[in-house]
């Protein structure tokens, strides 16, 4: 016998062998940890911010993200300095 033979049965009526269950679990991984690091970063990003005393939101760009990739006037900003 050479290399793995094992069939795992997950109740689907399908086989899947376990190089293509290994590769599936990989991929939800690969998929988990990069939306995970997506959040750490914006959420490093914000704290930074803050500890600059700049605004959490554009960073006092006074610029933050619109919808796609325009630019609009930064919401928390616009809020703050007006009068
Ligand atoms: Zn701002």
Do not use: H, Y
Not at 6 to 11: A, F, K, P, R
Not at 42 to 52: S, Y
Not at 62 to 81: F, I
């Amino acid at each position: 016998m050479t290399g793995m033979d094992i069939s795992v049965d997950l109740g689907t009526g399908a086989l899947w062998t376990a190089n293509e269950l290994a590769g599936f679990v990989a991929g939800l991984v690969v998929v988990g940890v990069a939306l995970g690091a997506a959040k750490i970063d914006r959420a490093v990003a914000r704290a930074q911010r803050q500890g600059l005393g700049l605004c959490a939101e554009c960073g006092g760009t006074r610029l933050a993200r619109g919808s796609g990739s325009s630019v609009v006037p930064c919401p928390a900003c616009t809020k703050q300095s007006a009068p």
